[in-house]
């Protein structure tokens, strides 16, 4: 088998760089992308004649190139050689990435397929479809903005640089939406001003990162730990707020006849403030939840480490919330999407006067801040709303846990346990 190099005119300077491969009855010619200018180029070498026409590195790393070609054609050469085999030979040499990207799924497919095969909560999973449109974003980006065509990452050769200048993308991008508003305008489904996202934001689609490429080894398709050298950063949260009982009380007993959708939201909140799951929980408990005045449900997020039903008995309240809709109902409430429900809950406690200010943390600046109370609620309040008021009353982890839902240790669990000045002059009270 004899490997030849000759060139083939492509303008009246230059020509590419062609290889022809003969033996026996195998005759292939491929033009090569390599291009060399003719005037100074030796045929009989395969390199440059010396001169100061073509730069020095040019000069060295054409030949190089060229008898790497000729080395990778010579040990992959088979029986079954085509045209498509010699331009793959090629490429392999030139374009190094394309070459991987044939024989393994690149960072993308993975993350798409971690996508369609996760089965926890439906927040999760949101935010696993956020990190994938960023990281797509990311991709278009280094190979449209900033030039690198054949820009790709792959779960086995992803590196701690690569993951470290991926989360200075993040920490950017709503600079670079305002420098390059074209690029942006068909990659965000939202069209809002930009705004930076904050440090604890930041935090958590790095760790998502980590959580996927963790998965990815256990799913044995790389034995890249990069995601350990990295390492899973803990966001930095303030006090926990939550409404007291008097002002979840002033909720109940409000006169909001005269505000129907209000009321639906004003219900939802209440009751969910005395029931204590996660959101995504509510928003699947049907009829079919309710049994015997007790709650049953199955927390979606910690099914896999803890797959236990957690039945909460029904305060009289809750259970008069009840009465006032379809038990036979598809769903337990008529619920609107999570965001109106959250602007809702805002607009529903400014109305009734639940104006207490709360220390927040600005997790921007990770400067603390005085907000009311119907600025900042969310759904969330809800949840913290029914620990934190039962911790008050009774302080055991375990017993609030198990109605709560969270599994044993949770850190999040732990944020919600305040202990307030009522509690410590509980305790002072005790000591003879």
Request: hydrophobic share 35%; net charge positive; glycine share 4%.
């Amino acid at each position: 088998m004899k490997v030849s190099v000759y060139l083939k005119k492509c303008s009246s300077t230059t020509s590419n760089i062609c290889f022809r491969v003969r033996e026996k009855n195998v005759d292939i010619k491929v033009v090569s992308p390599l291009t060399v200018y003719d005037r100074y180029w030796d045929a009989d070498t395969l390199s440059y004649k010396r001169t100061a026409a073509v730069p020095a590195t040019e000069q060295k790393r054409l030949p190089g190139q060229i008898a790497v070609i000729i080395e990778h054609v010579e040990n992959t050469f088979s029986d079954k050689a085509d045209s498509k085999w010699l331009k793959q030979a090629i490429e392999n040499v030139l374009y190094p990435a394309r070459a991987f990207e044939r024989n393994h799924p690149n960072l993308l497919r993975r993350i798409h397929e971690y996508l369609e095969k996760f089965d926890g909560a439906d927040r999760t999973k949101e935010h696993i479809i956020r990190f994938e449109r960023k990281m797509s974003r990311y991709h278009d980006y280094q190979r449209e903005i900033l030039g690198n065509s054949d820009f790709m990452l792959f779960v086995e050769t992803v590196t701690l640089e690569q993951m470290n200048d991926f989360r200075v993308y993040v920490v950017n991008e709503h600079l670079l939406q305002q420098e390059h508003p074209d690029f942006y305008a068909s990659r965000l489904l939202i069209k809002r001003k930009p705004k930076p996202l904050s440090g604890t934001t930041v935090i958590n689609i790095m760790n998502l990162f980590c959580t996927f490429l963790h998965w990815c080894k256990k799913m044995k398709y790389s034995d890249n730990e990069v995601y350990a050298l990295y390492g899973c950063k803990e966001p930095t949260y303030g006090d926990p707020f939550y409404l007291t009982s008097e002002e979840r009380n002033i909720l109940y007993d409000a006169d909001l006849d005269d505000k129907s959708r209000l009321a639906v939201i004003r219900d939802i909140f209440v009751f969910h403030c005395y029931v204590g799951c996660r959101v995504g929980d509510l928003y699947r408990l049907t009829g079919d939840n309710i049994k015997d005045e007790f709650l049953e449900y199955m927390p979606q997020k910690t099914k896999k480490c803890q797959a236990k039903t957690v039945r909460v008995p029904l305060h009289e309240k809750a259970l008069k919330i009840l009465e006032r809709y379809d038990a036979n109902a598809d769903r337990l409430f008529p619920f609107k999407p999570i965001h109106t429900y959250n602007l809702g809950i805002r607009e529903l406690l400014k109305h009734c006067g639940i104006d207490r200010m709360v220390t927040i943390l600005d997790t921007h600046g990770y400067n603390t801040v005085q907000k009311p109370l119907y600025e900042v609620a969310t759904s969330h309040t809800a949840r913290k709303t029914f620990v934190g008021n039962l911790y008050r009353q009774v302080p055991d982890p375990n017993l609030i846990a198990s109605l709560s839902g969270h599994v044993e240790g949770s850190r999040a669990f732990n944020r919600y346990r305040t202990i307030d000045d009522d509690m410590k002059r509980k305790l002072v009270d005790m000591i003879n």
